[in-house]
């Protein structure tokens, strides 16, 4: 069954889907934070941290895959005027999963050793998703004023 455009229901799937981001981010940044300043300084990190990152970093690239669907099903309620920025919202934000999902492959939990350049190159495919993400929320939001 196919719905016609809803711009509410849109926009409300892509607030919780930013809100729900931007907090398990911020709850994420402390693991994170360990692994970059272990890589900055070329030091160890501890047994711990590992096991510790391991369950946050997973639940937050679950948490950013579900974001992935949620967001492209919201696709049904967006409004013809919007669809083009819509499409690229999902594609910035799949981007910004799949970096995110690469950062805990560059973890080697069991070994307890970072791949610094997956891990780095993570990094920066993420921090580009999400300023792209925030450019075209910022266009959709003034095309709708």
């Given at each position: ?5 809803d ?9 919780t ?28 990190v ?42 690229k ?31 780095n ?9 999400m ?15």
């Amino acid at each position: 069954m196919k719905r016609k455009a809803d711009l509410g229901q849109y926009m409300n799937i892509l607030s919780t889907v930013m809100d729900e981001t931007e907090n398990k981010s911020a709850e994420l940044d402390p693991y994170f934070k360990i692994f970059r300043q272990a890589l900055d300084e070329n030091k160890e990190v501890a047994a711990a941290d590992y096991v510790k990152t391991k369950t946050a970093f997973e639940a937050g690239v679950s948490l950013y895959e579900q974001n992935v669907h949620k967001l492209t099903q919201a696709g049904q309620f967006v409004p013809a005027m919007l669809l083009g920025l819509h499409k690229k919202i999902v594609a910035a934000y799949r981007r910004f999963y799949l970096g995110c999902a690469k950062m805990n492959q560059a973890l080697d939990y069991e070994k307890h050793t970072v791949a610094s350049d997956m891990f780095n190159q993570a990094e920066k495919e993420q921090n580009q998703a999400m300023d792209d993400i925030s450019k075209d929320v910022q266009k959709m939001m003034q095309k709708m004023m």
